[in-house]
């Protein structure tokens, strides 16, 4: 059977869905709203179980693969919490140190997407670091939907300091060369802009599809930054119309791509809103954006 995507849903459904990951609508008000679009023998659970991540299927590198080294460790958090957690992944054949990527999951912790994201920039050359914010009540729980649950419970301000312990860590390695880039998706995105604006030594950004800071930070962002959007997202670029001409004020180097056609998620190939066409071009631009400025 072909993979559904975006197109096999009316836009609504996908309005509700997005609505659904962000937390503010629950899986009974999902149903409750999708039943009206559920038609030909198609339930609204049906398509909450379309619409919902498959992992096994969209994984591209696989955690056995021979060509990597990976490690789950902790890593010290003052002022964040007592308990942390991250995935390490790098080259296993690399024989000097190697520039740095912190990958910031989305509002779900770390789960399988993020890791697999993290191997794949682990075999472009990198040492690819991704803490898990749920680490300081358990750790990611193995489904999305206690994962949102549980994210709703973390303290912020905690919760910021380990992802900023988080990337002063993996900068700091003996097996870093102390260039470092930060790569997120949605949370994750709002993190990575948020790290341009409190890091002066971060050498570059990429926040896909995240909500950008407040205009007056701007001028506080020294990392080179590749903003990356959906072409239908609201919320985000909103948010980003008044944060561009704030950066263009403060002599900011940034790239910013809006790409047609594309949702919120455009990236996250485990769900029906991944874009492959467009995906591929982000991706690239990712890696391109990184190499360029980490060496």
């Known amino acids: 059977m072909a993979r559904k995507t975006a197109a096999d849903f009316d ?9 659904y990951v962000h ?24 398509l909450l179980e379309q619409l919902s991540p498959n992992f096994a299927e969209a994984q591209q590198v696989s955690p056995e693969d021979k060509r990597l080294k990976i490690e789950r460790l902790p890593y010290p958090s003052p002022g964040g919490s007592e308990k942390t957690s991250g995935y390490l992944v790098r080259p296993a054949n690399a024989t000097g140190k190697l ?8 509002n779900r912790g770390l789960n399988p997407h993020i890791e697999d994201i993290a191997r794949r920039i682990a075999l472009d050359g990198f ?12 750790g990611y729980p193995g489904t999305e939907e206690e994962a949102r649950a549980q994210f709703g419970k973390l303290n912020r301000d905690q919760t910021n300091a380990d992802i900023e312990n988080a990337a002063k860590y993996v900068k ?3 097996d870093s060369t102390g260039k470092l880039g930060v790569v997120g998706f949605c949370w994750g995105g709002s993190q990575s802009h948020r ?3 409190i890091m002066p030594d971060l050498a570059a950004a990429v926040p896909f599809y995240g909500g950008a800071p407040a205009p007056t ?3 506080k962002v020294k990392a080179a930054l590749l903003v990356q959007m959906a072409e239908n997202d609201p919320g985000v670029n909103k948010s980003w119309a008044s944060y561009e001409p704030a950066l263009k004020e403060a002599g900011v180097k940034y790239e910013a791509h809006v790409y047609p056609g594309t949702g919120h998620g ?3 190939d485990t769900t029906p809103r991944y874009d492959a066409t467009q995906a591929k071009v982000a991706w690239e631009r990712t890696i391109a954006h990184f190499k360029k400025h980490l060496g």
């Open 217 to 219: 930070e701007a001028p």
């Open 172 to 174: 700091g390695r003996p």
């Open 266 to 268: 455009f990236n996250n």
């Open 127 to 138: 040492m690819a670091f991704a803490p898990d914010a749920l680490a300081q009540i358990g």
């Open 23 to 46: 937390g503010s609508l629950d899986r009974r008000g999902f149903l409750d709203k999708a039943t009206k679009y559920a038609v030909g023998g198609v339930t609204a659970a049906m």
């Open 195 to 197: 790290l341009a604006t």
């Open 99 to 106: 520039p740095s990527v912190l990958v910031i999951h989305e």
């Open 11 to 19: 836009p609504e459904v996908l309005v509700l869905f997005n609505a």
